[in-house]
Protein backbone atom coordinates (compact mmCIF):
# COMPACT_ATOMS: atom_id res chain seq x y z
CA UNK A 1 0.00 0.00 0.00
CA UNK A 2 3.00 2.43 0.59
CA UNK A 3 3.51 5.07 -1.83
CA UNK A 4 6.84 5.42 -2.37
CA UNK A 5 7.84 9.50 -1.77
CA UNK A 6 8.24 10.82 -5.90
CA UNK A 7 6.46 7.88 -7.24
CA UNK A 8 4.15 9.59 -8.93
CA UNK A 9 3.01 13.44 -9.39
CA UNK A 10 -0.99 13.93 -9.45
CA UNK A 11 -2.74 17.06 -10.21
CA UNK A 12 -4.62 18.38 -7.34
CA UNK A 13 -8.08 20.06 -7.75
CA UNK A 14 -8.33 22.02 -5.10
CA UNK A 15 -7.74 25.59 -3.71
CA UNK A 16 -7.55 24.02 -0.15
CA UNK A 17 -4.10 24.45 1.17
CA UNK A 18 -4.75 21.70 3.99
CA UNK A 19 -4.84 19.34 0.69
CA UNK A 20 -1.51 20.43 -0.34
CA UNK A 21 -0.48 19.91 3.24
CA UNK A 22 -1.83 16.41 3.45
CA UNK A 23 -0.48 15.25 0.22
CA UNK A 24 2.52 16.17 0.77
CA UNK A 25 2.62 14.88 4.00
CA UNK A 26 2.56 10.96 2.25
CA UNK A 27 5.20 12.31 -0.48
CA UNK A 28 3.00 12.74 -3.11
CA UNK A 29 4.35 15.75 -5.61
CA UNK A 30 1.40 17.54 -7.40
CA UNK A 31 0.64 20.36 -9.37
CA UNK A 32 -2.44 22.33 -8.91
CA UNK A 33 -5.79 23.19 -10.82
CA UNK A 34 -8.37 25.45 -9.43
CA UNK A 35 -12.00 24.26 -10.46
CA UNK A 36 -15.30 26.27 -9.57
CA UNK A 37 -18.04 24.60 -9.56
CA UNK A 38 -21.86 24.85 -7.70
CA UNK A 39 -21.61 22.90 -4.62
CA UNK A 40 -25.82 23.38 -4.11
CA UNK A 41 -26.88 20.21 -2.67
CA UNK A 42 -30.01 18.93 -4.84
CA UNK A 43 -33.16 18.75 -2.27
CA UNK A 44 -33.39 15.43 -0.72
CA UNK A 45 -29.39 14.59 -1.40
CA UNK A 46 -28.34 12.32 1.23
CA UNK A 47 -24.66 13.23 2.47
CA UNK A 48 -22.92 10.61 1.36
CA UNK A 49 -23.97 11.07 -2.71
CA UNK A 50 -23.89 14.86 -2.12
CA UNK A 51 -20.10 14.22 -0.97
CA UNK A 52 -19.21 11.85 -3.89
CA UNK A 53 -20.86 14.37 -6.25
CA UNK A 54 -18.78 16.95 -5.24
CA UNK A 55 -15.19 15.34 -5.40
CA UNK A 56 -16.29 13.55 -8.79
CA UNK A 57 -17.61 16.88 -10.03
CA UNK A 58 -14.22 18.97 -9.56
CA UNK A 59 -12.27 16.20 -11.28
CA UNK A 60 -14.61 15.93 -14.32
CA UNK A 61 -14.51 19.97 -14.09
CA UNK A 62 -10.16 19.67 -13.82
CA UNK A 63 -10.25 17.29 -16.76
CA UNK A 64 -12.61 19.74 -19.22
CA UNK A 65 -10.49 22.81 -17.61
CA UNK A 66 -7.90 24.67 -19.84
CA UNK A 67 -5.89 25.01 -17.29
CA UNK A 68 -5.26 21.24 -16.54
CA UNK A 69 -4.08 21.22 -20.35
CA UNK A 70 -1.28 23.50 -19.71
CA UNK A 71 0.41 21.75 -17.34
CA UNK A 72 3.49 19.76 -18.31
CA UNK A 73 2.91 16.03 -19.31
CA UNK A 74 -0.58 16.65 -18.60
CA UNK A 75 -2.00 13.23 -19.41
CA UNK A 76 0.30 11.27 -17.76
CA UNK A 77 -0.69 12.68 -14.49
CA UNK A 78 -4.47 11.66 -12.54
CA UNK A 79 -6.22 14.18 -11.02
CA UNK A 80 -7.14 14.15 -7.25
CA UNK A 81 -9.79 15.86 -5.94
CA UNK A 82 -12.10 15.76 -2.97
CA UNK A 83 -15.40 16.97 -1.03
CA UNK A 84 -15.69 17.35 2.84
CA UNK A 85 -19.16 17.39 4.09
CA UNK A 86 -20.86 17.65 7.94
CA UNK A 87 -23.50 15.63 8.64
CA UNK A 88 -26.31 16.39 11.44
CA UNK A 89 -29.26 14.77 12.29
CA UNK A 90 -29.30 13.46 8.66
CA UNK A 91 -28.55 17.32 7.50
CA UNK A 92 -26.11 18.91 5.53
CA UNK A 93 -23.70 21.42 7.20
CA UNK A 94 -21.55 23.26 4.24
CA UNK A 95 -19.82 26.62 4.96
CA UNK A 96 -21.40 29.16 7.08
CA UNK A 97 -22.39 32.24 4.80
CA UNK A 98 -21.59 34.92 7.71
CA UNK A 99 -20.36 34.59 11.24
CA UNK A 100 -24.16 33.97 12.52
CA UNK A 101 -24.68 31.23 10.84
CA UNK A 102 -21.03 29.63 12.10
CA UNK A 103 -22.99 30.55 15.70
CA UNK A 104 -25.93 28.62 14.98
CA UNK A 105 -24.01 25.60 13.43
CA UNK A 106 -21.97 25.38 16.06
CA UNK A 107 -24.64 25.60 18.73
CA UNK A 108 -26.26 22.78 16.94
CA UNK A 109 -22.69 20.50 17.46
CA UNK A 110 -22.65 21.56 21.22
CA UNK A 111 -22.77 18.69 22.78
CA UNK A 112 -23.51 16.53 20.05
CA UNK A 113 -21.95 13.73 18.36
CA UNK A 114 -21.94 14.00 14.09
CA UNK A 115 -20.44 12.71 11.20
CA UNK A 116 -17.37 13.91 8.91
CA UNK A 117 -17.81 12.44 5.39
CA UNK A 118 -14.88 12.77 2.84
CA UNK A 119 -15.14 11.56 -0.76
CA UNK A 120 -11.66 12.04 -2.56
CA UNK A 121 -11.64 10.90 -6.69
CA UNK A 122 -9.16 10.16 -9.11
CA UNK A 123 -9.24 10.73 -12.86
CA UNK A 124 -7.21 9.75 -15.94
CA UNK A 125 -8.59 9.34 -18.81
CA UNK A 126 -11.36 6.72 -18.75
CA UNK A 127 -10.32 5.99 -15.72
CA UNK A 128 -11.57 6.90 -12.52
CA UNK A 129 -12.37 5.89 -8.84
CA UNK A 130 -14.02 7.14 -5.76
CA UNK A 131 -13.25 6.30 -2.51
CA UNK A 132 -15.31 8.15 0.70
CA UNK A 133 -14.44 8.13 4.33
CA UNK A 134 -16.62 8.44 7.19
CA UNK A 135 -16.01 9.84 10.94
CA UNK A 136 -17.74 10.45 14.30
CA UNK A 137 -16.95 13.79 15.87
CA UNK A 138 -18.28 14.67 19.31
CA UNK A 139 -17.99 18.12 20.86
CA UNK A 140 -18.01 18.61 24.24
CA UNK A 141 -20.92 21.14 25.51
CA UNK A 142 -19.79 24.53 24.44
CA UNK A 143 -21.01 27.90 26.16
CA UNK A 144 -22.37 30.94 24.07
CA UNK A 145 -18.73 32.62 24.40
CA UNK A 146 -16.52 30.00 23.80
CA UNK A 147 -18.62 30.05 20.53
CA UNK A 148 -18.93 33.54 20.08
CA UNK A 149 -15.32 33.64 20.79
CA UNK A 150 -14.16 31.14 18.20
CA UNK A 151 -16.73 32.14 15.85
CA UNK A 152 -14.78 35.70 16.18
CA UNK A 153 -11.61 34.55 15.11
CA UNK A 154 -12.79 33.60 11.59
CA UNK A 155 -11.14 29.90 11.55
CA UNK A 156 -13.93 28.06 10.38
CA UNK A 157 -15.39 30.67 7.83
CA UNK A 158 -14.46 28.66 4.68
CA UNK A 159 -14.99 25.31 6.67
CA UNK A 160 -17.79 22.78 6.57
CA UNK A 161 -19.39 23.09 9.57
CA UNK A 162 -18.14 26.37 10.63
CA UNK A 163 -14.99 24.53 12.82
CA UNK A 164 -11.41 23.72 11.66
CA UNK A 165 -10.53 20.14 13.64
CA UNK A 166 -6.92 21.39 13.05
CA UNK A 167 -6.84 24.53 14.54
CA UNK A 168 -8.49 26.08 17.53
CA UNK A 169 -11.23 23.56 17.34
CA UNK A 170 -9.67 20.52 18.37
CA UNK A 171 -10.32 21.51 22.10
CA UNK A 172 -13.88 21.32 21.42
CA UNK A 173 -13.90 17.57 20.72
CA UNK A 174 -13.92 14.85 23.05
CA UNK A 175 -14.09 11.96 20.60
CA UNK A 176 -13.07 11.17 17.32
CA UNK A 177 -13.74 7.98 15.20
CA UNK A 178 -12.42 7.55 12.43
CA UNK A 179 -10.05 9.37 10.14
CA UNK A 180 -8.74 12.50 11.85
CA UNK A 181 -6.64 13.56 8.10
CA UNK A 182 -10.50 12.62 6.62
CA UNK A 183 -12.10 15.46 8.67
CA UNK A 184 -9.45 17.79 8.27
CA UNK A 185 -10.21 17.72 4.35
CA UNK A 186 -8.51 14.75 2.61
CA UNK A 187 -8.29 10.90 3.78
CA UNK A 188 -5.09 9.65 3.33
CA UNK A 189 -5.47 5.91 3.75
CA UNK A 190 -8.05 6.31 1.00
CA UNK A 191 -6.43 8.64 -1.34
CA UNK A 192 -2.73 6.62 -1.07
CA UNK A 193 -5.25 3.45 -1.74
CA UNK A 194 -6.66 4.92 -5.01
CA UNK A 195 -3.09 6.18 -6.24
CA UNK A 196 -1.93 2.83 -5.43
CA UNK A 197 -4.55 0.84 -7.88
CA UNK A 198 -3.96 3.73 -10.24
CA UNK A 199 0.05 3.13 -10.51
CA UNK A 200 -1.05 -0.76 -10.18
CA UNK A 201 -3.25 -0.50 -13.74
CA UNK A 202 -0.56 1.84 -15.51
CA UNK A 203 2.46 -0.93 -15.48
Avoid at 133 to 158: K, P, W
Wanted: hydrophobic share 40%; net charge negative.
Amino acid sequence: MFVLPGSISVILASQSPRRRELLAQIGIAYELCHVDIDESVIPGEPPLTYVKRMAESKAEAAWDSEQYRQIEDYSSKPIISADTCIEWQGQILGKPENEADAVRMLTSLSGETHKVHSAVAIKSGNYSDTAISTSRVTFALLSEDEIRHYCETAEGVDKAGAYAIQGAAAQFVSELAGSYSGVVGLPLYETSILVKNFLERAQ
